[in-house]
């Protein structure tokens, strides 16, 4: 699994790009990952078109990551998700906790 972040200042806005599998192994560089000053960072973006496995335990993270963005669900969008990662999501319906973008 490989994590990129990406942050863009100008829009207030942090992209997490994550490959490969999104689950446990992950945990602890996802959490540094979305650490942010929240002066600066307003919109955090997990881009998954390169995660080709999710479990539970990377829904729990991200869900970890809502509560941080004070549940607003325009806060964190889940873009690009393969459709069987997609399929993951929408039975845990995280379309309505998130913002899914294709």
Excluded: C
């Amino acid at each position: 699994m490989a994590l990129e972040i990406i942050h863009h200042p100008e829009k207030k806005e942090l992209t997490v790009r994550i490959s490969g599998r999104f689950d446990f192994s992950v945990h602890q560089d996802f959490r540094k990952a979305t650490e942010w000053d929240r002066d600066t960072v307003k919109t955090i973006n997990v881009d998954l078109k390169n995660t080709e496995y999710m479990d539970s335990s990377a829904l729990g993270m991200l869900l970890i990551l809502r509560d941080k963005m004070n549940n607003a669900p325009s806060a964190i969008r889940l873009l690009n998700a393969k459709p069987e990662v997609k399929k993951i999501l929408e039975i845990a319906n995280f379309q309505k906790l998130f913002t899914l973008v294709p």
